[in-house]
């Protein structure tokens, strides 16, 4: 199984960098997608393996878009062993301040989308192939103010163990990767003042997906893989977030008024941060 072939959809993000350097140091050959051809275009430069890995504007969420990533992985490729779909979207926001079209965003982005990505790769995969998805601690742990987004990303959790017994007749493996806040530039650059040391690095992530789509989780159909680090959800979470509130200043006088978090704790990243 080392040396596949994957389509990485959403790998302009936060974890598509550290996800493409480690499959790619096995020797895998991967067709990146994103819908920003620039941000594509520094991606590659980034990870810089041309011939193993080759880029492909597309959006992975429109079915006809997926359906010509996926087809021409193959053409490039020879062939598919499998998807790993970065795509996701982050909203935080208690329920009375959390428009109903933020709701919805959430399910296609971090839901919907791969199941459009899924069925557009599933026809070119056979026995061994591999199918790995990311999600929350939040699904298990659904704290205050985060309700769109776990519940988008319980949606997805919740069909990829169903998904996971549909295809394993064929052999496929379906399972993903459940992450608290992943450590990144980004992140540091927009909460210059909380710790992320105890958040996990991209690195991990991407451990955990080598080896997902790696011959060593041969027997792993379903699972959920928590590389959580050492953060800790807590009750820190309830509150308006201020980005929420600033959306509709009309209904922050009714909201429940918000519980400070701790300065420095990792646990109070997630309130503040921006959609
Ligand atoms: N980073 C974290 O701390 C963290 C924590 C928990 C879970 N996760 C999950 O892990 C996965 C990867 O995380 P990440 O931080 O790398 O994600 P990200 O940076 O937020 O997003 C990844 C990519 O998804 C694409 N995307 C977003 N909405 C889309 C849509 N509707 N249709 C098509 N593409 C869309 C964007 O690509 P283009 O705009 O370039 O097309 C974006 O670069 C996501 O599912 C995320 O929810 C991340």
């Given at each position: 199984m080392t040396g596949g072939t994957f389509l990485v959809t959403g790998a302009t993000g936060r974890l598509g960098p550290a996800t493409v350097a480690a499959l790619a140091a096995r020797g895998d050959r991967l067709l990146l997608t994103g819908r920003d051809p620039a941000r594509l275009a520094r991606l590659a430069d980034e990870v810089g393996v041309p011939g193993r890995v080759e880029t492909f504007v597309a959006d992975p969420s429109d079915p006809t878009d997926a359906q010509r990533a996926a087809a021409h992985a193959v053409e490039r490729f020879d062939g598919l062993t499998g998807l790993v779909h970065l795509v996701g979207h982050f909203v935080p926001g208690p329920l009375m301040l959390t428009d109903v079209g933020d709701y919805r965003t959430l399910m296609d982005d971090n839901f919907l989308s791969a199941v459009v990505a899924t069925q557009a790769v599933l026809p070119h995969l056979g026995a061994g192939g591999r199918l790995v998805y990311f999600t929350s601690p939040l699904v298990a742990?659904?704290?205050?103010?985060l309700s769109a987004y776990a519940a988008s990303k319980a949606a997805l959790t919740t069909w990829v163990r169903s998904v996971a017994h549909e295809v394993k007749g064929r052999g496929i493996h379906a399972n993903a990767v459940s992450l608290t806040i992943a450590d990144t530039p980004a992140m540091r650059e927009e909460r210059p003042g909380i710790d992320l040391d105890h958040t996990v690095r991209p690195e991990h992530v991407a451990y955990a997906v080598r080896f997902l789509t790696g011959p060593e989780s041969e027997g792993m159909y379903g699972a959920v893989v928590p590389v959580h680090g050492r953060f800790g959800f807590s009750s820190a979470l309830a509150g308006g977030p201020p980005a929420a509130a600033a959306r509709r200043p009309d209904v922050a006088p009714a909201a429940p008024a918000a519980r400070p978090a701790p300065v420095g704790r990792p646990d109070a990243a997630l309130a503040g941060r921006p959609a």
């Open positions: 742990e659904p704290l205050a103010g």
